[in-house]
T-cell receptor, first 116, second 112 residues
């Protein structure tokens, strides 16, 4: 089945640090990847849609200069949380969809980000 | 904006009991997915339903898509402790990006 790898799985860093999270589709090409944020005991909230070779589409209320997204290839999208602060601490999850037809999204294992 | 209401939010039952989780919307979805998520991990796809009225079975799990493709249900028969987790329904819209709209999730705890 489709596999999505997300790295790192956990990050603990000081306030003001920028953190990069990678999302890779391992056995398929993903023209579109999605980045979600999930708070404890809550559902997933879509942050942005990452399109290969073009700018990401951000959801309302998500700061594009705070959460930089780069989708440079058909198998890799990155999310960089710039100058992270404690309120950015959360569980970030990416997903990818096989570019062929209408297929379900497959999710990475998430990144637990803790800003001290 | 498409909204997907999922109920119940939390369910605690004894091993062997049956349960049903519901997802309802006023919007029509091109497809609907059910995921199960364990703490600290990403959601794992259980099933995708596409056709109105469709019923899919996955061992003790039965998924149904409403005739109008606005609602769906997940029924678990004889629940086991291993079924414990967060169950998420997600509807795919008809927009170009085929983005998912997630329900609020149902946290299931099955006690031995």
């Amino acid at each position: 089945g489709a596999v999505v790898s997300q790295h790192p799985s956990r990050v603990i860093c000081k306030s003001g640090t920028s953190v990069k999270i990678e999302c890779r589709s391992l056995d398929f090409q993903a023209t579109t990847m999605f980045w979600y944020r999930q708070f404890p005991k809550q559902s997933l909230m879509l942050m942005a849609t990452s399109n290969e070779g073009s700018k990401a589409t951000y959801e309302q209320g998500v700061e594009k200069d705070k959460f930089l997204i780069n989708h440079a290839s058909l198998t890799l999208s990155t999310l960089t949380v710039t100058s992270a602060h404690p309120e950015d601490s959360s569980f970030y999850i990416c997903s990818a969809r096989d570019g062929r037809g209408v297929q379900p999204q497959h999710f990475g294992d998430g990144t637990r980000l803790s800003i001290l | 904006t498409q909204l997907l209401e999922q109920s119940p939010q939390f369910l605690s039952i004894q091993e062997g009991e049956n349960l049903t989780v519901y997802c309802n919307s006023s919007s029509v979805f091109s497809s609907l997915q059910w995921y199960r998520q364990e703490p600290g991990e990403g959601p794992v796809l259980l099933v995708t339903v596409v056709t109105g009225g469709e019923v899919k079975k996955l061992k003790r799990l039965t998924f149904q898509f409403g005739d109008a493709r606005k609602d769906s249900s997940l029924h678990i028969t004889a629940a086991q402790p291993g079924d414990t987790g967060l169950y998420l329904c997600a509807g795919a819209g008809r927009n170009a990006g085929n983005m998912l709209t997630f329900g609020g999730g149902t946290r299931l705890m099955v006690k031995p």
